[in-house]
């Protein structure tokens, strides 16, 4: 599904679990394989994409959108971290990505954000 945040963003959630079952991630980042396309935040990565609302309940197996294993997967290592941009259980590892890929947004911890600002 797709949703608007701060009333100029759009985020691509992906539903993961059968209907009735609460359980989607959030699409935060994607590694483009042609052009030069910012994909690194659930904004840019929409925006860039093309992305909107009326994308909301597409099927990703047929629908505009559709998710496909690569033709030559490489093998990788998930890093694990702490969620993005909310307040409530931010603490908790459940922000997953490719380890060292450079199209990943950056995790700035709490600390260090709040270190920034002042």
Partial sequence: YVYLIYGMHYCLNIVAETEGVAGCVLVRAL???????????????TRAMGITLDHYGSDL???????????????????????????????????????????VSRFVSRAASRARRR
Avoid at 32 to 45: F, H
Avoid at 62 to 87: K, M, N, Q
Wanted: proline share 16%; hydrophobic share 35%; aromatic share 6%.
């Fill in 61 to 103: 197996t047929r629908g505009p959108i559709t998710l496909h294993a690569p033709p030559h997967p490489e093998p990788f290592e998930i890093g694990i971290s702490p969620r993005v941009g909310i307040s409530q259980a931010a603490e908790l590892p459940l922000r997953f990505f490719i380890k060292n890929n450079r199209f």
């Fill in 31 to 45: 590694e483009p394989l042609t052009g030069q396309a910012d994909c690194n935040g659930p904004g840019k990565l």
